[in-house]
């Protein structure tokens, strides 16, 4: 008994050693948390997903990916209805952000197709993640009690953070790299990760900070050439294979539904960035076949040309410039669907991985299969979009990012999808795709700056030979849009304020379509602040779209009722010959401010049209003491005294 006891007291030493140790950290403040989700700073009923969580991930960047910023209710009511998104850049919206995701665009028409419900779309997405992230935030989200689960994921797997050919890397090894994800809020193993990083910097030189200008991608790679079927390719699409299958699994078990996307790229118009023959000695030949097919296209015999292609592809079916060349070729020809199939064969050849193989698609819809969930083929609705099938500038920005008319194809799919499952409740109110388009809350200002972006991006590797660090972009703004635009580009506006001042300038220039989109943009941003409610309703006032205006009034005033949200219910229902209802409106606005002129001269005429001539008298006294010129109180109250 008494050496069971020893024993266990050994075993228990080291335990309790870790557990003080552990404690002590924490007791005197060392380390840190980064939960998913935070409370709104001064919303205490709404969270947020937190800035700060990508430093779970990225430990050697001074900078992270954030995510767009979708505000939810902490406690989640009986008619909502709560939908996460999951992903990288993509399914964040990258480079156009806000209105211009798929999330976004999704939100805001299932929105008009439930009326009676409060749909959320809470995208959690970030650039430069891959499963290993989505599989970490999973048990946070489930906390959230959400309904639905659509993830758009796979073209970062491997240079993701933690991705078998990133600088971030842990390892191979799926399950060592997810338990150290799940210790790493432990004290004791951020203080060991710090000792190991000061170690590692006294052994190598530390690198001097990233220069202005490059890309947090091209920050990541650390494995530029992943030959098709080699083996950390064959790891990568093993690493993507467990972690969706467990996210899967995880959300199977909650009982919780997920939309799971196929992915699309740029097929047609992006060149692979690195060819390579699976041996060097080929590439003499290889070149000789494609400059002989370039020969032979010059002078335009096609049918020559793609026989020296072929040549080449038979001399080594890995490098895939030869692949890209053919379906150049055949797409010229006319041959879109043989074309199709040889453009995605260089893709997959792409030596350098930024683009998801169709390995990756394969995967998404086998293990679909295996966990209960919907397939989603974005893909196929890319495709679609063009009359050849083959998805190119006309819906990609560059190499994979979707233009607006791309994002709004994936935000279609998932809407038809969720349609045809019978997702959400009673689809009574089906928003037809012409007219979701036309009301996408996409500002020509969040368009520039997307531009300005891709702009950056493109200047430097990998579309630029290695080692380039693309120039600040530099603008001319011609027009006030792009002088807001360039501004919020250079962080010398925030998004609130740039808003604000597209939001005058339309007004002023009776642009009030525009106006409307860029207001309501500012709503979807920030459902809790009142003021873009009374914004978009004065607006709509001067459309002489009065009861639209009154709901919107209503929902600033539900957020935070003030004497100038009151004064415009009130104004608003007196034009509609409602005196009653706009005297008790207006009176209240008064007791908040009582020097508000023309909330006084519209409670003037509440209360002449009362008949109560006495109280608009005292009213119209009372503008005058605040503005004894005030010219149309002055009319009023000659056109009362006459009336005595």
């Not at 590439?283 to 494609?290: C, D, P, R, T, W």
């Amino acid at each position: 008994m008494k050496k069971l006891f020893l024993n266990s007291l050994a075993l228990l030493v080291p335990v309790l050693f870790f557990v003080l140790l552990e404690g002590g950290l924490r007791l005197f403040g060392f380390g840190e948390d980064y939960p998913l989700f935070i409370q709104v700073p001064a919303e205490a009923d709404y969270l947020y997903q937190n800035p700060e969580v990508a430093r779970r991930y990225f430990k050697s960047q001074d900078n992270v990916p954030g995510s767009q910023r979708d505000y939810f209710k902490a406690q989640k009511d009986s008619v909502t209805f709560r939908i996460f998104v999951q992903g990288g850049s993509s399914a964040a919206g990258y480079p156009l952000y806000y209105g211009g995701s798929f999330s976004r665009m999704l939100e805001q028409r299932l929105l008009q197709t439930f009326p009676g419900k409060n749909i959320e779309v809470i995208n959690t997405a970030m650039a430069a993640v891959n499963s290993y992230t989505l599989r970490d935030l999973v048990d946070e989200i489930i906390e959230q009690d959400p309904d639905l689960i659509l993830i758009y994921a796979g073209h970062n797997e491997y240079y993701g953070s933690l991705g078998v050919g990133s600088a971030e890397s842990l390892g191979q090894f799926v399950g060592v790299v997810n338990l150290y994800l799940k210790l790493q809020d432990f004290r004791v193993v951020q203080a060991l990760q710090r000792m190991l990083m000061k170690g590692a910097e006294l052994v190598v030189a530390r690198e001097s900070p990233a220069a202005a200008g490059t890309t947090l991608m091209s920050r990541l790679v650390e494995e530029q050439e992943i030959p098709l079927h080699s083996p950390l390719y064959d790891m990568g699409i093993a690493q993507f294979e467990k972690n969706m299958g467990a996210i899967l699994k995880a959300y199977q078990e909650a009982e919780i539904p997920v939309l799971i996307s196929t992915l699309a790229s740029n097929e047609k118009d992006q060149a692979p960035f690195i060819s390579k023959p699976s041996d060097s000695n080929k590439n003499e030949a290889l070149e000789e076949g494609i400059k002989n097919a370039v020969a032979s296209l010059v002078r335009g015999d096609t049918l020559n040309a793609l026989e020296h292609i072929e040549q080449a592809i038979a001399v080594d079916s890995i490098a895939a410039a030869a692949f890209y060349a053919k379906g150049q070729l055949l797409y010229e020809s006319g041959q879109f669907s043989e074309a199709r199939e040889a453009f995605t064969m260089a893709k997959d050849r792409d030596q350098l991985r930024f683009r998801a193989p169709e390995e990756i698609n394969d995967v998404i819809r086998e293990l679909a299969v295996n966990y209960d969930a919907v397939v989603v083929d974005a893909q196929q609705a890319l495709r679609d979009k063009n009359g050849h099938g083959i998805i190119g500038s006309e819906l990609m920005l560059e190499h994979l990012h979707p233009n607006v008319e791309g994002y709004f194809a994936i935000a279609d799919a998932f809407y038809q999808s969720l349609n045809e499952n019978g997702f959400i409740g009673e689809w009574n109110y089906i928003i037809p795709a012409e007219h979701a388009r036309n009301e996408v809350l996409l500002t020509r200002v969040d368009s520039l700056v997307g531009q300005y972006r891709v702009r950056q991006l493109m200047n430097s590797w990998p579309f630029k030979p290695y080692g380039t660090v693309g120039e600040a972009v530099e603008v001319v703004p011609e027009s006030e849009e792009e002088r807001i635009a360039f501004a919020l580009y250079r962080s010398e506006l925030g998004w609130y304020k740039a808003m604000g001042e597209l939001r005058n300038y339309y007004e002023a220039n009776g642009q009030f379509h525009e106006a409307l989109r860029t207001s309501l943009a500012v709503i979807q941003e920030f459902p809790f602040v009142a003021d873009p409610y009374l914004a978009t309703a004065q607006i709509l006032i001067r459309q002489g779209r009065s009861e639209e205006a009154l709901n919107y009034i209503e929902a600033g005033n539900e957020r935070e009722e003030s004497a100038i949200g009151l004064a415009m219910k009130g104004s608003v229902l007196l034009a509609q010959k409602k005196p009653y209802d706009a005297l008790e409106a207006l009176e209240k606005s008064i007791s908040m401010d009582a020097s508000n002129q023309q909330a006084l001269f519209a409670l003037s005429g509440a209360y002449i049209m009362a008949g109560r001539s006495q109280d608009a008298m005292e009213t119209i006294d009372k503008i005058l003491t605040l503005n004894p010129n005030h010219p149309q109180a002055l009319q009023v109250k000659a056109q009362l005294e006459v009336n005595r």
